[in-house]
DNA sequence: ATGAAAGCGCTAACAA
DNA sequence: TTGTTAGCGCTTTCAT
């Protein structure tokens, strides 16, 4: 079995030292005297003794770790802010553990309720949903971060892009095109996160002189499914459009697929733009026309703010990040009799 | 700033009872008067109380908790694993952590250490490198099960499955459709898995009676990007062939979209089949032809093995799960002039 | 430079 | 049924 039950006290006993004298040498060695900490560390090498972290961080009330909480684990998008904050949590000694919430809303509560019982510092919340008997308690929350989310009238410490403003650009690229009949893969509505992609759509539409049609629009959970679902949702409703902008590239990668399975060719017969950007929009077929979000910095910031606000720090901010829309393979101009 | 402070002690003032009582009524109900229960929840509430997990996980000298190391956290093969472990974690009570290894070697060793410390009961692997200097030491390891992989020479508890059977079944299928000069994209030689598929890829081809050729296969890390530059790697050396057979999903996904570039079509022109069956595959264009790993099961057993390990089974087995070979569109007969 | 001792918050054995 | 009490292993005053 293991080479445990070395504590403490048996390496105090081997050194011939107190076990106060043990502990500095590990925490403080510049406080013991050189022969002291050799003979102490002999004897660590000898019980091969690892110090309880349990212990440690119990007694110091203090984790040092952060739990990331992430509304799908398997959308790759998530897992480039994960190793940005990972990169930050680093640096400054934290670990960070991450968790799924897939479809269950009460894992927000739980993992709250984790950093409440100290099992970490803090929480950064990746998710569509903030339990609304929370929304009141504002003030008796532990340390949050919201990434790339967010919630309408909490006032917490967020990283976001300006999801408006991205998709009125998508959507004056296909207008652009000359595309008139644009449906929109929206996230699951009425999320705040969706509800801000659907009213830029709404913005770019309104823009280009285009009435909104509340048919072209279609909710999905940002998956590679629901892009395909819904595709299949518009052929049987027999809508018409020329190109889709969908609100992640999971979505817009099923849709794309779906459509295939169809017989219709993208971008010959439909057009179609994605938001985020992962490393697979590249490797599609077509390449996909995306908006890139920063991720990685998305991360960066959102730990920073957790370390900020774990250091007593109290600002409320909300922090906004640029994004770009990354031209490639998967939009092609309308034809004539489409505009 | 939060409600904390409140402690079981004070809980016991304001209920007037001892905080054994407390302790006793949150923990074993049934052995408190209901009375006396009301009193203590009442007080629970008004403190708004939550027990300590770091005091009671100390006090009880184990965590429930698990960590998963993964050798890449942004490959979907892996979260479904993820998704298995979690599944009968759960159902008994641990959490699980999932930590990313990237490129770090030293990870496993600090992961090890982390359980050393007591911050979780154990540590399921899935990375490709076991550090030489602890395969001596293996009866002084914390409890640990490796998934998917698999350390020559290291008598750990293992679920994975037969991966040269698998690749000669790809094999036998390419070959069954005409191809010989078939390309194998391979995982990071020396490791064991990547070990593992090319015996099965060189036994396939003995099977048909083809030559083994090494400058047909080239090592990658199992990513997109390993994939893409490894046709490129080709290409240059104008390697002929009619097939890939790649040892990720991700990997042929990335030679697919790196042929197409160079103005080769998938099947077409050339054939690929994958290994993994991540979600995206099916949603490809062409849908890849791919062994099936078996892997929300891979994971359940992992954990299984792991909560047996934990309460005390000592037993060192080796579990092997069936593959499935899924034809889908990425493979097509070889053009007889190539046979 | 070192040691003695208090105590982090909790659970469980034992006593009442 | 409830209370008293002894730690879990460690860090950190405070004394020496």
New binding site residues.
Partial sequence: MQSD?S???QVAAIA?????????T???PE???A???EKVLAAVRQTN????AQ??T????ATKAVIVLVRDIGNPFYLEIYKGIDEVAREAGFRVLLSDARDDDAQVQQHIEMVRQKQADGLILMVGHFPAELTEKIDQLPPLVIASEAFPGLDLPTVKVDNAQASRQAIAYLVNEGHRRIVHLAGPLPEQLALERLEGYRAGLREAGISYNDKLVVPGDYSIEAGRSAVRRLREADTEFSAIFAASDQMAIGAISELRRLGQKVPEDISVVGFDDIILADAMDPPLTTIRQPRREIGRQAMSMMIARLSGETARTVVELPTELVPRESVRRARPLDS
């Fill in positions: 039950a504590n403490i006290r011939g030292v107190s076990i106060a004298t043990v502990s500095r590990l925490q403080h406080l013991v005297k022969e002291t900490r003794f690892v110090s309880n212990a440690r119990f007694r110091q009330q």
